[in-house]
């Protein structure tokens, strides 16, 4: 029995990587990275889009 649900978490990502076994993750309205919990924790794009890893300039949240 599969479930399907939509989790909008800005601020408490352990709770989303705890309770999924698939994540999606979006950056400005489109999909950067899809996989299992820990595939999301080391991807690249998403540390850079949500944790500011890199210096790339990115859409609106690189304007000052």
Request: charged residues 40%; without cysteine.
């Given at each position: 029995d599969r479930r399907h649900v939509v989790l909008d978490d800005h601020e408490g990502e352990r709770m989303v990587l705890s309770l999924s076994d698939t994540v999606f993750v979006l950056d400005f309205g489109e999909r950067i990275a899809a996989g299992t919990p820990d595939a999301i924790r080391n991807d690249a794009r998403v540390r850079e889009a949500y944790?500011?890893?890199?210096?790339?300039?990115?859409g609106p949240k690189a304007t000052p």
């Open positions: 944790l500011g890893d890199t210096q790339l300039e990115r």
